[in-house]
């Protein structure tokens, strides 16, 4: 990994020292602010130049149909994809004759900087038009935590050695034209202005937009309304037209005066409510903001930031990138998760349109794990949303000729838009992660009215669901039989081991829930001899091992299968070589086998884990950013922490670093997220199974003090891991037991206890050229 | 099977004696009238009311873009479809003031027949107009297999009982206006008006339309010319406009006088030629027609197939619904393939639109065994087609990553058209069926000019892309991964049975080529190591065997599966349940583990054919045409010959009585293979390893006796089976020795031999409602 000089590695911020145009598409992502309801990406305030401009708002999204070369049953007809609403971020500046536009006369500073405490993106020019005329523009911006429909900008433009006439415009505009995203002229042209204008109106220095989505039919409000800084009766003017508002003011500055003011800006959307109502809505939400006032609005922010990070916040001693990089992630994990209230989290958050803007497994899978232990308030709303869906995963299940519910592999609505079957509706171990989901967080939070509510409804339609997709073999194995696991280098294969033992475990968890919520039960419709067959299945279900190599194949036969050519990829693969030959050969894109040792660690002997995790590692390519923090973990586990550390700093570098070039689709929430888990399930060791939480704490060469938090029911557990012990700590009323290395400790005072050392063993081989790159320096091993 | 009453029952023709509207679709594509280069649908001459309009070229097709939800690397970008050329077989007819049109007036009989040994389509009718006008008209139509170029129609009409003035329009008309065919707006709107018109012209009698295809870019000619019968002096006048040509002709007709003409049509078509030199082409093919004349065409047409027939028929005692279904069949199959001259046989031949009008390895795998032993000119030119889209086929095998020559799962132009690939490229069976239709053909034939040229290169190239797909696994055997089988209710499985015996067959055809034409094959670069390893990789070929059950897994694993829950069932399968779960369950479309019985019998001992085919006929649902005569076949070796005559019946009147519903789309050339296969390689017991020819006569109770004729290089074999004895005798030069029964004999004289009485054997049961209806009716089961 080679730094990106472009951003100051320091521990609380994310600083841009210099504007690089060649990067503006991944710093529109990294600079991204959001509260998982409204998204900004990181435009220049005046919009120009960008690479993609974005604004988004969770759930509002256009239908489009999805064309097949030859159809087939259950094949889903049309998808939904993410929009961009109306654009209220813009705001844009003229000096004397000439507009702001870093691509023309000269910046003499630009800095821009994200602020993980205090919840702002901070912007500093100084530029001189081509005119000679020199102004300095600050501007604050943030998407408030705790008053969800809204986002503010503070924005002040100073003349700097002359006198300067500036006009200052702020906008909201609908139906902005967008770089091509595709080279199919389909899911562009449906896109191209999906935005219906049926309203538009403004008072004083207010504006409203509504608009109805074209195929959708949902409809968006959003409305601004500004202060100016100093100078009450500065004139300005307020124009509105279908799909413009426009707030203009203007001044001729002296050297060193400065005009600004705060802009207020509100979203709203609705599938149901009317246009009346929608700008009500946003208008009330505009009015209570500027009665807060923009500093107090900035202060709010902070309090709900230190909060946070009071709880959620890693320190991670001997990496300044890493150290950076996991409150990076986590502020960003904060802001896809915070104020979601029964939306999806996306796989981009609200960052940029990859994706389509979908929610996929790994939401389940790697960011609510961290959100439960570090913010679980938004947990209960993610599963909340799971649980809202559940009739459209229900018909999804009959569609395709089985009980319970099958969840979709990708969506915004909860309504599958995946056309690819055998990478979507196949890799049905999706649902076996949302009812890991719902066990962890009641596990963690002990909160028993939602596991009696949407919980057991989840498990108990998910345990369904498995037990009409397998069956049992001649020699009373419960096998499933032509199922993708999480490895999408492999398809519709028998026997997942991943699949298999998840599904035991959803099996198992729905089977404590009937006994534990009897009467939900009964409503339920669940009797004891559906709760015993999903239990029989579960204690038969088939893993298969292949005892002649000592390891587990990731599906029935995978180890037979031919070795890859790694001497002829072309990586990411998928791009280079067709799915038949990656799917009959082993090569695995991202942790499948190895993920199952770390969500399952019972199932295997600490034997099995090492030589599976050492053959895993030999064929795996690591074409996907879900991989690297899963290979972390499990790499901590069987101690072979330098590739730990080095694959902790991959997750977390994801984006920073634009490891996989595409961050300028937005962020990789859950790669973000596996820089959590990496620290605290890889060098913590954490497990939870059931109520108790277990740790085999052990650091890497490189790092020579790990502290996290770890929420716990009402409690917090601080956990201080140095090289040679591990310092427990609870803060809050629960009296917590947990084991470490082994050894069951009840946490009634402090705990400082010995770590013993780490296993020897040989470091695993990967693909030639796919080794991740080596964090510590001094043992520096390629170019 | 309920005979359908339209049709009558009848040795050498097919005929309907009313004209069922409801039946117009299944009607113009059992009537179309095809050389293998011009195919017309048996649409009514006065061109409505029609199902579907139909005038097809062999070749002439246009490219549409294949739409994808999600992209794959090597996912073919682009489809081709065949095209309804211009319309030649368009005669109008006025009855004083009123068109003949059936749907009006009164249609006091109609009469259609398919002669299938004059090779015409006769329409006789007596119809009255809504003004009470009645004439007769009998037109005879046919498309020549002597002069290629060339179809023809000669016409007339007469008055019955009272004065008529008759006025007839004779037309050729360019992109007429179809019924749409798809539901997928994509796939109509391209092909809605698919020719621009270059040229159009006219002289005397005579009218040429050439045209060029909007985005295949092929030149299209259409001419034609007319001779009045009789009055040389009756006036008549010939119009063109870009998309139509009109001859019109009129008379006053006293009552039983009758004016008529012979109407000439020539086409042409070319990617490469020029307008003016297309237009001369048809224009000469014309003038050679029209100096033949019409009465000596006929006759030509006569002989033609009366030279056929002395080869090709086969006699049936004792079922005369299969009598006329076979001679049908054959003469269909002789359709599709008489002057296909290097282009392809496609499923539909050209008789409709079907399947986009592509051809796949059924015709290597059902139609050209057939051809070879019946009318083997045409297997040459079938196979130099193949060997014409051999580069294509390199580039594809390259593109995919693999050695040789991957040929297409469905094209017209030999290029993939395929945009499924888990049923498309997968299934690499093809490329042996395209090797074993060399060996069959060059050991029927000794073609040893073939052999080196052509058939050499097809067997090295295929050859190598078996070698290339396989591996050997652990235990040195010569695995074949994640492939496709026959059966499409399977796929991406490892070690399918047919395909691993197949390419076994192909490897070794190959090895057995190099040897016998050493210089060829050191121009084609193979090395005695490159032989040699097709060789070993044939000997240990991997074939799966589950010995719990004592049956082959038509795949790894195929017999771990689920069963279907057929009580569940809606059919077709494929229309009703989701590929996820048909694929992973056992239940079979179509023959597939059966069909490696038939084409590799010595891999099997009776005992496992017995067991295997019993375990099989429980699971398969026949949702494909492709089945029911490979089952007949199989079921009669095995000694179930009842319901071996159930399955001939089914695949012989698979058209006749429309048993898929949807021979509106053209007929089933493949099924209609079927028929002879069923006969002669199911009751005759025929199959040919190499060299020697063998038989296993064996007739079906409902059977009295079977007669038919291989040809064998110079010479014909006729077989005659009784129920007791099978008489063989050779016509021509060549020395024959057979094996019957296991004997072998040299027919050096006409030899009658004893047939063994058949094994016992209990009869194997269908899935519920899967049944072939019984053939016999003194033993009927079901209503």
Request: some cysteine; aromatic content about 8%.
């Amino acid at each position: 990994m080679i730094p990106n000089p472009d951003f100051l590695v320091e521990p609380w911020r994310l600083r841009e020292c210099t504007l690089n145009l060649d990067l503006l598409a991944q710093s529109e992502s990294l600079f991204a602010l959001s509260n998982g309801h409204i998204g900004w990406r990181g435009n220049l305030d005046e919009g120009e130049p960008h690479a993609l401009p974005g604004s988004y708002l969770n759930g509002v999204h256009e239908v489009r149909p999805l064309p097949y070369a030859e159809r087939g049953y259950g094949n889903p007809e049309s998808s939904q994809t993410v929009i961009n609403v109306t654009n209220g971020k813009l705001i844009r500046l003229l000096v004397d004759d000439e507009p702001l536009d870093l691509r023309y006369g000269t910046t003499v500073s630009h800095e821009r900087t994200l602020d993980f405490r205090n919840g702002t993106l901070v912007r500093e020019i100084h530029w001189v038009s081509p005119a000679g005329k020199a102004v300095k523009v600050r501007s604050t911006r943030l998407v408030s935590f705790t008053q969800r429909a809204v986002a503010a900008i503070g924005y002040e433009v100073e003349a700097v050695d002359q006198p300067v006439r500036v006009v200052i415009q702020s906008e909201l505009i609908a139906n902005e034209e967008l770089p091509t995203q595709s080279d199919d002229p389909r899911s562009a042209a449906v896109l191209e202005h999906p935005m219906n204008a049926v309203l538009h109106a403004s008072s004083d220095a207010k504006a409203v937009l509504v608009h109805r989505i074209e195929h959708s039919g949902l409809g968006v409000a959003a409305a601004m309304d500004h202060v100016v800084f100093g100078d009450d009766d500065l004139p300005f003017r307020t124009e509105v037209e279908p799909d413009l508002g426009r707030f203009s003011v203007g001044a001729r500055l002296a050297p060193g005066k400065q005009l600004g003011f705060a802009k207020f800006v509100a979203y709203g959307w609705s599938s149901t409510r009317s246009v009346p109502a929608l700008r009500d809505q946003v208008e009330a939400a505009l009015a209570a903001a500027k009665v807060t006032g923009w500093e107090a609005l900035q202060a709010e922010q902070r309090e709900f930031l230190d909060a946070f990070w009071r709880d959620a916040d890693v320190e991670v001693d001997g990496d300044a990138e890493i150290q950076q990089a996991v409150r990076f992630a986590l502020f960003h994990v904060l802001q896809a998760g915070a104020r979601g209230e029964r939306r999806a989290i996306a796989a981009k958050g609200l960052t940029g349109p990859g994706y389509d803007g979908h929610a996929f497994w790994d939401t389940e899978m790697l960011v609510l794990p961290v959100l439960t232990y570090t913010y679980p308030e938004s947990v209960a709303h993610a599963l909340w949303w799971r649980h809202d869906t559940l009739s459209l995963a229900q018909d999804r299940a009959k569609q395709l000729g089985f009980e319970g519910a099958a969840f979709p592999w990708r969506t915004i609505t909860g309504a599958e838009c995946s056309g690819y079957w055998p990478a979507g509706t196949a890799a049905f171990h999706l649902n076996a992660a949302v009812a890991a989901a719902v066990t962890r967080y009641v596990s963690a939070t002990g909160d028993e009215d939602f596991a009696a509510t949407a919980g057991i409804e989840l498990l108990v339609e998910t345990a369904r669901l498995w037990r009409s997709l397998g069956h049992h073999n001649s020699e009373g194995r419960f096998c499933i039989d032509g199922v993708t696991g999480p490895d999408e280098y492999s398809a519709i294969a028998d026997n997942n081991v991943y699949t298999n033992l998840m599904a035991k475990r959803n099996l198992l968890a729905a089977y404590d829930y009937v006994h534990r919520f009897p009467d939900r039960a009964r409503e339920l419709g669940v009797g004891e001899e559906e709760a015993a067959a999903w239990h029989d299945a579960a204690k038969a279900v088939m893993v298969p091992y292949d005892d002649s190599l000592g390891v587990h194949p990731q599906s029935d036969g995978f180890t037979r299968h031919q070795e890859w050519d790694f001497a002829r990829s072309k990586y990411p693969l998928l791009l280079h070589h067709p799915y038949f030959d990656i799917y009959r050969k082993q090569v695995v894109k991202q942790a499948d086998l190895v993920l199952a040792i770390m969500q399952c660690p019972e199932e295997f002997t600490a034997e099995q884990k090492a030589r599976d995790f050492d053959y895993y590692e030999r064929i795996t390519v690591r074409d996907s950013s879900l991989s690297a923090c899963v290979q972390a973990v499990v790499a901590a586990e069987v101690g072979q922490l330098q590739l730990a550390h080095d694959y902790t700093a991959e997750a977390a570098l994801m984006d920073i670093a634009d490891l996989e070039h595409n961050t300028s689709d937005g962020v990789h929430i859950a790669s973000l997220a596996g820089a959590w888990i990496a620290l605290v399930f890889g060098f913590g060791g954490l497990r939870q199974d059931g109520g108790m939480l277990t740790f085999t704490p052990r650091l890497p060469p490189g790092l020579s003090r790990l502290r996290f938090t770890v929420r716990q029911r009402q409690s917090r557990l601080r956990v201080i891991v140095t090289p040679d012990t591990a310092r427990y700590e609870v803060d809050g009323p629960d009296e917590l037991t947990i084991v470490h290395h082994g050894h069951t400790v009840r946490l009634d005072t402090v705990q400082e206890l010995a770590i013993p050392p780490a296993p020897r063993v040989r470091p695993s081989g990967q693909p030639p050229g796919r080794a991740p790159r080596r964090r510590d320096p001094s043992t520096e091993e390629d170019g």
